[in-house]
Every structure is written in C-alpha cells, then in structure tokens.
C-alpha cells in the first residue's frame, strides 16, 4: 500500500514539473516540401502563465534557413511559434529548433520533425523560354528630371538672348538728358501720375517708381548713391549733406509710407498718395539750386 502510494506521488510531482516546465502541444509542420520554396511551419508551446517564449535561432537546421519567425501568445499559457522557411537540400532531411523560456533560459524544449525535400517540377513544353537575367525597367522619373532640365536650359538661354537685344536696343535708343536734376524729378513725378498705374490699382509699383525717383534725385544732384540702401541707410546718407539734413524727418514721413504699401501691401487713399506726391515735390523744389537774385541798381545787359 505504501510502495502504490509512494508512485502515485512520484507520477504527480513530475506531471506537475512537466506543467511547470515547457513543452511542445502540436506542431503543423508539412513531410514533403519542393526544394527553394517557403513553407510554414507551426508549433505551439504551452508554458508557465506569465512567461514568454523565444526561439533559439543557432539551433535551426542547416538545411533550412529561417527568413521569418512570429511568436505570439494565443493564451495565457500558450504560445504560438509560426516560422517561415526555405529548404535548400534535395534530401530528406531532418528539421530541428529550439525554445527556450525568456526568463529562464535553462527549461528549454525542442523539436525535431523529419521532412522530405522533393526537386522542382520540370516541363517539356516547347513554349517555355529559357530564363534571362533580370534587365532593369526603363527609368521614367528620370527621363522626366532630364527633360525639365533641357526645358530649363533652353528658357535660360531664351531670357539671356532677349534681355542682350533688350540691353543693346535700350543702350542705343539712350538719350541723355541734360537737363538740371531737379527739372528731372519733377517731369518724372507728373510723368507718373499721368502713368495710369494709379488707376490699374497698381499702387506698389506706384511707390517703387516714387522712390526710385527721389533715389535718381539725390545721385544726380547730390552724388549720394542710395540705389541699394534700405530707407534708414538712406536717412542715416542724407544727414551727412548739408542742404537735405533738415529735410530728414519730411523724407522720412515719405519712405515710410511708400514702405508700407510695398512690404505690408497697404492700400493707400488718394489723399495719402497726393501727400506723399507733393512731400516729394516740395522736397526737390527746396534743395534745388536758386537763381541768382539781381543786385539793387544792377541793369541786365
């Protein structure tokens, strides 16, 4: 009675080892598979709860090689491998791979499945063509890069001819105009209202052209060279000549209302665009150069 006792203890405590431990519950794994064609195999783990599985690659088969492999719990106990594979042996040969827990890599399991490698299919068909080696398809993206690139050169060379002829016409239809700088001016200033570019809504090329000509003014009558200054610099030129130093704050008035309507699209009124107009004229009116004044008693000859 004791000796059937003590077996049964025996027989219990290894069945609750083995439960402990890790083993293999089914594995789905094909005998026969065609040489260099991926199958799947399937096997299914059951483990302590809580524990994961993971596979030992170094113990694959050298006959197979493993191009995937996805383990995935599909219980709290249990886990299931799914392992893609490649055979490259014309044999039957022997599938092996071992699991092991991730926390404790001692209890491992494996599994050791023999599979028949069976050789391609071949066809006598006098269709069949015989295999070529792979040739590279025809690179539309780049055809296309190449094409707007030609498009590209060809406008660049479109726009520097015609801007030469324009420069060359422009250089000989020049007609240099003698007149005082301050006559100058203010010709250009009633060329512009009389422009229509008021009218066209066309208020920043307005103001370009604007102070553009106050620009041309101070050149040619100061020899201050404000073409590229910004309206500071231009400020900062103008109190170093005499005759504009007091005029400053009315030209600034002027710059900063041109800037306005060419950097923060401001559209500007009539009346401020008559005031800013006749800042300018007055400007050029009070530093241009005053006719001599006739002495008392002086008779013109």
Known sequence: MKKGLLILSVCLLSVGAEAQ?????????????????????????????????????????????????????????????????????????????????????????????????????LFNDKELREIRPPQRLFDWALLLCILLAIFAIICLIIFWVRRAKRDAVTSLGTVVDNRPPHVIALSQIDALVDSGLWENKQYKLFYIT??????????????LDVSADTSAELLRHMKTVAPLAPLTQTV???????????????????QTRNQDVNLL?????????????????????
């Not at 050298?62 to 996805?70: G, H, M, Y």
């Not at 620009?215 to 020899?223: E, H």
């Not at 004229?281 to 008779?299: F, N």
Request: hydrophobic share 40%.
């Open 252 to 270: 600034r008035t002027f710059l900063t209302s041109g800037d306005l309507v060419k950097f923060a699209k401001m559209i500007p009124s009539e």
């Open 21 to 121: 431990g890790l083993r293999v519950l089914q594995q789905n794994v094909p005998q026969e598979v065609p040489f260099a064609k991926p199958f799947t195999a399937q096997i299914i783990l059951s483990h302590p709860q809580g524990e994961s599985v993971r596979l030992d690659e170094k113990s694959l088969s050298p006959d197979f090689s493993l191009t995937d492999a996805q383990l995935h719990p599909i219980a709290a106990d249990t886990t299931q491998a799914d392992l893609t594979l490649f055979p490259f042996v014309l044999q039957k040969s022997t599938f092996t791979a071992s699991f092991a827990l991730a926390t404790e890599p001692g209890i491992t399991t494996q599994v050791s499945i023999p599979i028949t490698v069976t050789p391609v299919k």
């Open 210 to 223: 604007l102070t553009d000509i106050l620009r041309t003014y101070l050149q040619r009558a100061f020899g």
């Open 281 to 301: 004229r007055e400007l050029i009116t009070q530093t241009a150069p005053k006719p001599p004044q006739e002495k008392p008693g002086e008779v013109k000859s």
